[in-house]
């Protein structure tokens, strides 16, 4: 399968965009956190209807982005529309696919509540947006808790204080304060953890508007979850029950989905 790079130029930021396949229907792709849109990769040679075009969200990857702490909803459609005008072959008026993973979730899920006429099937895989997340919310939607975030990114003892009593008495289990560490230890990772999360805060799914558009347009979403993550809750949320259009498939595994070896399972959501 053919795989190569896009530079997109788009205000004064580049977004660097992965590009795998060359099917006659796009299929846009969201990473999670941390991660790139090479992430895809171990889907190159099995959906080969679709072109997968899997882009590096902002302080992520190799995309340069200068338009400061945010982007936009509308941002991200604009950098859409100019990766399928720069390729022929694709009707650029058809509609398109997305498959998103954890933080990329909330992603796909604001962008079906803004444009569900144009979507033709959502396939998440231990999706981030399907819950309310209260520190993502705090430090993210209010100024205050902001403030605090970007304080506690430089100065963080005070947290892992905090985590260490929580980890102690249960009230977090083990895989939150191991993940949490990984992020938080150094300095670097918590300036890029603030960057992330703040330049995403305008991606915010409401669930009464998904859920009227998924019944409006019939769309098919099909969601993976790890019986065992411990990140990402979503078997949880009240939105993936009692709705026909919705299908879940648990695999015995934890929260990392995008691999080798799950790459038929999630090849299969996509004719299902």
């Not at 803004?114 to 895989?125: H, Q």
Request: a positive charge; one cysteine or more; hydrophobic letters at 40%.
């Amino acid at each position: 399968m053919n795989n190569r790079t896009q530079i997109i130029h788009y205000k004064n930021s580049f977004i660097n965009v992965e590009l795998f396949g060359e099917g006659d229907k796009w299929l846009f792709c969201f990473h999670g956190f941390g991660e790139d849109g090479g992430s895809f990769k171990v889907l190159e040679n099995i959906l080969g209807k679709y072109t997968l075009a899997a882009i590096d969200l902002p302080f992520h990857g190799k995309t340069k982005w200068n338009e400061g702490l945010l982007i936009t909803p509308d941002d991200l459609l604009n950098i859409v529309n100019k990766i399928v005008e720069g390729n022929n072959g694709i009707n650029p008026s058809s509609k398109f696919s997305l498959l998103a993973f954890s933080l990329g979730g909330r992603v796909a899920l604001h962008l079906l509540q803004i444009i569900p006429s144009k979507i033709e099937r959502i396939v998440l895989l231990a999706p981030d947006g399907l819950n309310l997340n209260f520190w993502y919310w705090l430090g993210t939607q209010t100024l205050l808790g902001n403030k605090l975030f970007a304080y506690t990114m430089k100065k963080p003892n005070w947290f892992f204080g905090l985590m260490n009593v929580a980890g102690k008495t249960r009230l977090i289990n083990k895989s939150i304060i191991k993940f949490a560490h990984y992020y938080l230890d150094d300095a670097e990772a918590r300036e890029f953890l603030y960057k992330r999360w703040t330049t995403m805060r305008k991606f915010k799914p409401k669930y009464s508007l998904i859920k009227n558009a998924i019944d409006k347009y019939a769309i098919p979403i099909r969601v993976l979850l790890g019986k065992y993550d411990r990140i990402i809750f979503s078997k949880q949320s009240n939105f993936l029950r009692n709705n026909k259009n919705i299908k879940v498939t648990e695999l015995s595994t934890g929260h990392q989905l995008l691999k080798e070896k799950f790459a038929d399972d999630i090849a299969l959501l996509f004719s299902q």
